[in-house]
């Protein structure tokens, strides 16, 4: 069983629709990250989260440690919004970062 | 710009052939690692390093070498190529290793390798 899973896999939405990607996990964290990668390109930081929530923009992340899960929201969806999420767990305790296997949005305009 | 700077960006190879990805930062990071990238599964550790001069394997070492001489650089060589190490190669960096909290990630652009 994978520590980190994300869902869905796949999402299509449209122009201005409100998104959510979910992670779970099932270790004990010190963070959580969100990452975004685009076709071709490489992958960029969006959010690190401990607790709470964080805001950037149309971006918002939230975690909530209990339930061991986090969501990504993104507000006003637009077709540059388009690219493959991830999210990575630092559970503290392991040697390395676990990642989750992406879910790959699709904003049609 | 800071961040990482990964070298090259496409690379054909064939069986047998050994090269270098290059990779470098200049955010005096302690944390560097490679990963690979492959279609439905999650970014896999490939080595790490903690800092000049100490590397560690991770989930899939074998085929791969490491060294860390300097803070900046954390170069990845495939000895001997296969075809099953065809696959998109990513560095990247972060403050703290991931026994503490990393802070933010930094990842290069990516190596898209393909041995035939």
């Known amino acids: 069983k994978n520590e980190v899973e994300q869902s869905p896999q796949n999402l299509t939405a449209q122009e201005g629709e409100f998104i959510t990607i979910n992670c779970s996990y099932s270790?004990?964290?010190?963070?959580l990250h969100w990452l975004q990668q685009h076709p071709g390109g490489g992958i960029v930081s969006l959010f690190m989260?401990?607790?709470g929530k964080k805001k950037h923009g149309r971006l918002i992340a939230t975690i909530n440690i209990q339930e061991k899960h986090s969501s990504l929201h993104i507000t006003a969806s637009h077709p540059r919004d388009s690219a493959v999420y991830i999210c990575?767990?630092?559970?503290?305790?392991?040697?390395?970062?676990?990642f989750g296997s992406g879910t790959q949005l699709t904003v049609l305009p | 710009n800071a961040g990482v700077t990964q070298t090259p960006k496409f690379q054909v190879l064939k069986t047998g052939q050994s090269m270098t990805l290059q990779c470098a930062q200049d955010?005096?990071?302690?944390?560097m690692s490679w990963y690979r990238q492959d279609p439905g599964m999650g970014l896999r550790l490939i080595h790490y390093?903690?800092?000049?001069?100490?590397?560690d394997q991770g989930e899939v070492p074998n085929g791969y070498n490491v060294s860390r001489s300097t803070t900046e650089d954390f170069p990845l060589r495939l000895l001997s190529a296969a075809p099953s190490q065809t696959s998109v190669y990513f560095c990247?960096?972060?403050?703290?290793?991931?026994?503490?909290?990393?802070?933010?990630?930094?990842f290069g652009e990516g190596s898209r390798l393909t041995v035939l």
């Open positions: 990247a960096s972060s403050r703290f290793p991931p026994v503490f909290n990393t802070g933010e990630l930094f």
């Open positions: 270790v004990g964290i010190s963070a």
């Open positions: 989260l401990s607790s």
């Open positions: 990575a767990v630092n559970s503290g305790s392991a040697r390395q970062l676990t």
């Open positions: 955010m005096n990071h302690e944390y």
């Open positions: 390093s903690v800092g000049a001069g100490i590397t």
